[in-house]
């Protein structure tokens, strides 16, 4: 994005495109909620209750601005391609913008986004919802965020609230909106029709490439061998199911059960523990985590020491356009047992640093496109074939400075992820010197959540104290 384009001008490019990309593909088609998921939530709590109108209006204008909001998912009669995004003619904003009154302060405003979070999306409507919850404490109310993640991943959705929230309380007078996209909507058959004729036209490219291929393999079989091989090896040690075994004590898990738990404190601090440790804010997060989870498995007596984690890692590179999923999910296995809190930073820095040079983490784009030309049982089941973790883990930076919604100051952004699968999703977002941490617990699997919620916070204590 460049830095001199006004905030609405930058938010007018995101996701403008009229395709799906591969990645998004993956993600619409192989979805299963609730099970496999692919709802992301944030919970947005402001320092006081915005005027009901002037709120619609900013999501009216919003809107407007950003044209993903305004579209519908159009699937191709034969999966030959990538769906479309085409505009919805019947968009309803009532439909997606929500309020509900709360007396039970923090905890009942979870609830409301817990229901919100669990609840289908309806896919053939623009895939997001918003809700204002009125009624807590000291006139503050909260707002939760819904996207599927075929909109947005979580990276792409603070992107998107940082560029058409204000950097002031005042209302602003004749805002501008985008240009309306000049896209013809296509018919499913018609969307067939193209895929099989961008396959046609893409086959001497492929053919080229194989060729070269080929001929590398002939000319240097050793070279072509060994990379083969070690590509290979790196795609074993990035799923391997193995790395560590599952704790019997977050076992079964059904993923319909979502349980919200969120925690907060100042980035700087995390930053220090982080930098004492040797490593990140983020490996702090992670050894925070860590910490909690070995606390929960004392207070039932069950041993643990590795735990197999799931960790988002982005796909992003400079030249990739605004929006759109760019991430990876990797397996490693985190140490639990390490009392000592500095060495378990450094032992989560090293483990993550191993993973994000893996061959085959760049690869894993190339892959897209083959699974996406799957029918969506075959990709479904695939999925439920791919290792499982106890714990995922996710952070996202978010904006340094103050914004506001329709005149109400942002004061925390709690993020929430799907369960795909695992007891935990633990996600952090950055949000003007706080870190704040949003747990969606399987509740299933974690069926005292009162005492896991008081484990993580100790966990997060513990390595802050360090």
């Known amino acids: 994005m460049n830095d001199n384009m006004p905030a609405w001008e930058a938010a007018t490019l995101w996701h403008r495109s009229q395709q799906m990309t591969e990645l998004e593909t993956a993600i619409w088609r192989s979805e299963q909620h609730p099970q496999q998921s692919a709802t992301l939530g944030s919970l ?38 990538a769906p479309a995004w085409v505009e919805d ?40 919802t918003a809700t204002l919850i009125e009624g807590l404490p000291d006139g503050r109310c909260g707002y939760f965020l819904k996207l599927h993640h075929s909109m947005a991943d979580g ?30 909507t296509p018919d499913p058959v ?15 490219e492929l053919a080229r490439g194989a060729a070269r291929l080929g001929w590398k393999a002939i000319t240097n079989p050793g070279r072509a061998l060994s990379e083969s091989v070690r590509f290979g090896a790196s795609v074993r040690r990035m799923l391997d199911p193995q790395l560590a075994p599952p704790s019997p004590l977050l076992s079964p898990r059904d993923g319909r059960a979502w349980h919200f738990i969120v925690l907060d404190c100042p980035v700087a601090d995390l930053k220090a523990a982080g930098k004492t440790g040797g490593g990140s804010m983020y490996d702090a997060f992670a050894a925070a985590l860590l910490g909690g989870l070995q606390r929960y498995h004392d207070h039932h007596g069950v041993e643990l020491h590795d735990v197999p984690v799931s960790m988002a890692l982005s796909l992003s590179r400079a030249d990739d356009p605004m929006g759109g999923g760019k991430f990876a999910g990797a397996m490693l296995a985190l140490p639990a047992d390490v ?36 029918p969506a049982a075959i990709s479904s089941l695939a999925m439920q074939f791919t290792p499982s973790a106890d714990l995922a883990i996710s952070s996202i930076p978010g904006v340094p400075y103050e914004v506001f919604m329709a005149g109400a100051r942002i004061e925390k952004v709690y993020p929430f992820g799907p369960l795909p ?41 513990e390595v802050l104290g360090a």
């Not at 209750?49 to 909001?69: F, G, I």
């Not at 193209?194 to 893409?202: E, I, Y």
Request: glycine residues 4%.
């Open 44 to 81: 947005l709590i402001l320092d006081e209750t915005p005027s009901w109108s002037r709120l619609r209006e900013a999501h009216e204008w919003a809107t407007r601005v950003v044209a993903r909001a305004r579209q519908r998912v159009l699937e191709p009669a034969l999966p030959t391609t």
């Open 89 to 128: 003619e019947a968009f309803y904003l009532d439909y997606h913008l929500r309020r509900r009154q709360v007396t039970g302060g923090l905890a009942e405003a979870l609830e409301v986004a817990q229901l919100e979070a669990m609840t289908p999306f309806d896919r053939s409507r623009p895939l997001w």
């Open 155 to 184: 990276r792409d959705g603070v992107e998107l609230l940082s560029l058409v929230t204000s950097r002031t309380r005042e209302h602003t007078d004749n805002k501008p909106i985008a240009a309306p996209m000049d896209h013809p």
């Open 190 to 204: 018609a969307l067939s029709v193209k895929g099989v004729s961008d396959a046609l036209d893409a086959a001497p």
């Open 339 to 374: 009392d000592d809190v500095d060495d378990r930073i450094a032992a989560v820095r090293g483990e993550v640093f191993a993973v994000r040079t893996e061959p085959a983490l760049l690869g894993l784009r190339k892959l897209a496109p083959v699974a996406n030309r799957l």
């Open 421 to 461: 699968g695992v007891a935990v999703m633990a996600a952090m977002v950055s949000h003007n010197g706080t870190a704040c941490i949003g747990l969606n617990v399987d509740a299933t699997a974690v069926p005292d959540t009162d005492v896991f919620a008081e484990c993580m916070a100790a966990g997060l204590s």
